[in-house]
């Protein structure tokens, strides 16, 4: 038997259960005892026998003293009473029903008994408590399993002991004892059997500590050899003074100081040969644009193309027209190529890109098919990036040999994160708001309060206020609870012009939908009723007001994102997250601060890296026990062990690598146990 022998090798596991295991990917003996407990419960507080109460839960350990007594009360119903101490008094315990139980138990066993406490006649008794024999199976924690249809708690603790009673003893520790002592780890068997039934806390702070340590080591490991395969041979690239100040004379704004400091940042990578590899974070609104249009400035200057890449049409499009006010007077040739590009357009395009007459490519995804070559493409630009798996993003470097790199995020992350989605990157912080900013003022409004809001919305609109109203759906669902798009925007046509109204979503023609967002840039009419497709980046420095509909369902850092489409002028912005349900603490964070970095601090906490950040970046999904953030300390050690151990005992990192490739490419580990 190996640790990724089926589970139905475990005795006491038949086909029935298999199967209910594997619902929750538990194929493998090693998916059993690698599934973590979600929680732990103690059974009751531990007592001594005198500090006891009446009606209460408690465990206690005592000794059974004499025979128990079997009484019948009525017919059919019978009761059997141990007598039990401690040094500090005695106590009871009864079953009803239950005579083998007196077969179990002889004079003297020290037992441990927990469950509820009744005063009965001048003494304490438990009654049908849960009674178990010192030693056989400790009492400390109970682990709590995250479940599935027809599985109970009991019977997934059952299975996972019988599956650890299996392996016991034998499974290989990675680590040696030198080792272990050194860092202070427990031992594998041991951490095993004590992440699921720990004897106690200070047993299951022990495992837990070994087993995120044996992971996150194992972790960077994997992430130094993507390291170590960093490339040389980027084109140098460099642009004159009077360059410069074309373009920003072009800009029609003065750039901030961070907006400044960052774009010199990046002029230095692009003038060197080894590849440019920046994140470029920075809350909503706070311009991020404008430094990467200087990096496609300096790289056209110096003759060689660039590619723009967005996750919508709607801001691939923006972009677009963004780069035409600042380029295309200047000689420049720009490409837009979305999923709608027309196949016949297409194809010029990509001859063009082909030929190197093409200078700017802006687009979504579309810039990745096959056919899409570039002539000398030099950088490459990722615009939200958090929108894009990591390998999109790669495909689209591969389109070149080495190019420069810059990724831009609102989201913000620690740069250990960075580390593990993006390898060994520099990180660029635009942390000042373009001037003249005011923060957007945030409501919870409850359903009752909507026509009042809907009568503020008439006076600011009469002040000229663009308003978005944005919703989860596009049409009603009968499973969800939840305003549609269409829904909306039919109640608002009871208060509001028809004209002033417009509808959009993702099921719209491309064409469509840019024909909506430039009327509605150019206020012709003033509420856009949405989805989310308007979510990221998309600019109208004229909206200040955004209606989120159903607010609870949408993610703090994805409100944040909606809620900065507005307040990107000078005027006063308001964001109303529309909402009746009660869980509104996470919603108040949003009320409370306009910070992006805070709220994607809470959020972190709340939801976890890996569903902060989407599974599909990276092998996060990978790791069953660390979390990056609150581990993030065992992170940093264990990286910096794997570092050293690779110079002082090459052989030993080997083994541990084998070990790390295997695990962090889905394959098990194939230790005989047997
Ligand atoms: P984000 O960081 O969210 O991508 P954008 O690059 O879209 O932000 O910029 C937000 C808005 O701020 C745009 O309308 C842009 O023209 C404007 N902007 C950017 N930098 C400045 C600046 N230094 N001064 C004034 N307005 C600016
Ligand atoms: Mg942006």
Request: glycine share 6%; with cysteine; charged share 25%.
């Amino acid at each position: 038997m190996t640790l990724d022998s089926p589970v139905a090798e475990v005795k006491g596991i038949g086909n029935k259960k298999a199967k209910l295991l594997s619902k929750l990917g538990i194929v493998t003996i090693a998916d059993l005892i690698y599934y973590m407990p979600r929680d732990y419960e103690t059974q009751g507080t531990s007592a001594r026998i005198n500090g006891l109460k009446d009606g209460e839960i408690f465990n206690i350990s005592a000794v059974i003293t004499g025979e128990p007594s079997i009484r019948r009360i009525k017919s059919g119903l019978n009761l059997t009473k141990f007598s039990l101490q401690d040094e500090t008094g005695r106590v009871e315990a009864v079953f009803f029903n239950q005579p083998y139980i007196r077969k179990m138990y002889k004079n003297g066993d020290k037992v441990y008994v927990s469950g509820s406490v009744k005063k009965a006649g001048g003494h304490f008794q438990f009654t049908n408590p849960h009674m178990e024999k010192h030693g056989k199976q400790h009492m400390g924690l109970n682990p709590i399993y995250s479940l599935t249809a027809g599985l109970t708690q009991k019977t997934m603790r059952l299975t996972v002991q019988s599956a650890i009673h299996t392996v016991n003893g034998k499974l290989k520790d990675i680590f040696s004892n030198e080792f272990r002592i050194e860092h202070k780890l427990a031992e594998l068997n041991f951490s095993v059997a004590n992440i699921h039934f720990p004897k106690n806390e200070e047993a299951l702070a022990l495992s837990k500590r070994r087993l995120i340590f044996e992971e996150l080591l194992l972790f960077n490991i994997a992430l130094l050899e993507r390291e170590t395969s960093t490339k040389h041979g980027a084109e140098k690239m460099t642009i004159s003074q009077a360059d410069k100040q074309i373009f920003f004379n072009r800009l029609g704004y003065k750039p901030t100081n961070a907006q400044l400091r960052v774009m010199s940042e990046i002029e230095n990578d692009l003038n060197k040969e080894s590849p440019m590899n920046r994140l470029l974070q920075g809350d909503v609104g706070s311009g991020k644009t404008t430094p990467a249009f200087y990096a496609m400035n300096i790289c056209i200057n110096s003759g060689y193309q660039c590619v723009l890449m967005a996750p919508t049409e709607v801001l691939a499009t923006q972009h677009f027209a963004g780069a035409q006010r600042i380029f295309s007077d200047a000689g420049v040739n720009m490409e837009l190529l979305t999923g709608s590009t027309p196949t016949a357009q297409r194809r010029i395009i990509s001859e063009n890109i082909a030929s190197g007459q093409t200078d700017i490519v802006i687009g979504t995804h579309a810039v990745l098919y096959d056919h899409i070559q570039f002539a000398n493409l030099g950088l490459v630009i990722t615009d939200e990036q958090h929108r894009f798996g990591v390998g999109q993003r790669a495909m689209l470097e591969t389109k070149a040999n080495a190019p420069h790199t810059l990724i831009m995020s609102a989201t913000p992350i620690p740069r250990t994160l960075a580390l593990i989605l993006y390898g060994k990157t520099d990180i660029s912080v635009i942390d000042e708001m373009p001037p003249g900013r005011q923060p957007v003022k945030t409501f919870l409004v409850p359903e009752t309060k909507r026509t009042d809001m809907y009568g503020f919305m008439e006076k600011e609109i009469c002040k000229g206020a663009q308003i978005f109203v944005v919703c989860p759906l596009v049409e009603d669902s009968d499973a969800l609870d939840v305003r549609s798009s269409e829904q909306v925007y039919d109640t608002l046509q009871q208060h509001f012009s028809i004209n002033d109204l417009a509808l959009l979503h993702g099921r719209q023609k491309p064409q469509e939908k840019n024909d909506i967002m430039r009327r509605f840039k150019n206020k012709e009419f003033h509420i856009l009723v949405s989805t989310t497709v308007i979510e990221v980046g998309v600019d109208v420095p004229d909206a200040t007001i955004m209606v989120i509909e159903n607010a609870e369902r949408f993610g703090l850092a994805q409100l944040h994102q909606l809620r900065g489409r507005v307040g990107r002028g000078q005027k006063k912005s308001y964001c109303f997250l529309m909402s009746d349900k009660p869980d509104n603490a996470r919603l108040c964070v949003l009320c409370k601060t306009n910070d992006g970095f805070k709220i994607a601090e809470e959020d972190l906490n709340l939801r976890g890296p890996g569903q902060f950040l989407g599974s599909k970046q990276s092998g996060m999904s990978d790791l069953y026990m660390a979390n990056l953030i609150k581990d993030m300390n065992i992170f940093t050690q264990t990286r910096e062990i794997a570092q050293h151990i690779k110079q002082i005992n090459l052989k030993q990192y080997q083994l541990w690598q084998q070990t790390a490739n295997a695990r962090f490419s889905h394959k098990l580990v194939k230790t005989v146990i047997n």
